[in-house]
């Protein structure tokens, strides 16, 4: 399995890889305003990257449930410094995490290789970016807005809706003109789901692959681990993550994004020697 990004090829035949967060906002979830100065930003994004980090994801707008928008400009006031200083620096590759294509293309431009796109290329103009840029992308899967997503979300059957959403979306993308090697999916856990729909996804995350195309799942930090374990501060979703790391690459994820990287990419690499 080969994902293609703008800086070159990816085998993730034998070897799943850890996208480090990268939060450059006032109001995210877990982390939002510690690494909102440029050089603390930066910091992390080293440090993540000495701990195992094969991707670093820069976001500049909160997608958490209920979050405001931000604009174009505000975000690539917040992104477009870090993306600059670290993509020479950090010896990986680096993502910008936006449904902006404006802001996608000035990350490109500036060193980043992969779009993480949390509406999934719905955009016309993101798939134009993307076909334009070379770029790898990730089409994630979200029901309704960050406003909106979390307000009694509904499906007939989640698994089989997302596998559609992903199938017509490369579609689209390959019919755009973007390189099938290009496309990632991720089915969204938490966005626009409860947490029946997110353990549905995950107990079935290997029904969701198209075309043999990379699975990547984020799962750090996020509420329905506090809900499930019976404890709703965020020190305690940190095991439950480091395990769901393990679990994840087991049923065949490839991209497993994480805010505390070292623990889990040591989970990762463990459980791919017991896989062999």
Not at 77 to 93: N, Q
Not at 247 to 253: F, M
Not at 258 to 265: I, Q, T
């Amino acid at each position: 399995m080969i994902w293609r990004t703008k800086n070159g090829e990816l085998d993730l035949s034998r070897r799943a890889l850890v996208m480090g967060i990268l939060n450059v906002t006032l109001d995210s979830f877990s982390d939002g305003g510690k690494f909102a100065s440029p050089g603390s930003a930066v910091a992390h994004a080293l440090a993540m990257r000495e701990e195992g980090a094969d991707i670093i994801d820069v976001g500049g707008e909160s997608t958490r449930p209920g979050a405001e928008p931000v604009s174009a400009q505000e975000e690539m006031r917040r992104v477009l410094p870090v993306i600059e200083a670290i993509a020479p620096e950090v010896r990986c590759e680096v993502s910008i995490d936006t449904y902006k294509p404006e802001v996608a293309r000035a990350a490109i431009e500036r060193g980043a290789s992969i779009i993480n796109d949390v509406t999934g290329l719905r955009d016309p103009q993101m798939l134009e970016v993307a076909r334009e840029t070379g770029a790898g992308v990730i089409a994630m899967h979200m029901q309704g807005t960050p406003q909106t997503m979390q307000r009694a979300p509904h499906y007939n059957d989640v698994v089989a809706e997302i596998g559609e959403f992903f199938r017509h979306t490369f579609q689209r993308a390959v019919t755009c003109g973007i390189a099938p090697m290009n496309i990632a999916f991720d089915p969204g856990i938490g966005f626009g789901k409860t947490i029946e729909h997110n353990l549905a996804l995950l107990k079935n995350l290997a029904a969701l692959r198209v075309k043999n195309r990379p699975l990547v799942v984020g799962v750090s930090r996020k509420s329905f681990i506090g809900k499930i374990v019976g404890d709703m501060e965020m020190s305690a979703r940190f095991w439950p993550t480091v395990a769901l790391t393990s679990y994840l690459r087991e049923c065949g994820a490839n991209v497993i994004r994480v805010h505390d990287v070292k623990p889990n990419a040591e989970a990762l690499r463990m459980t791919e020697a017991i896989l062999g």
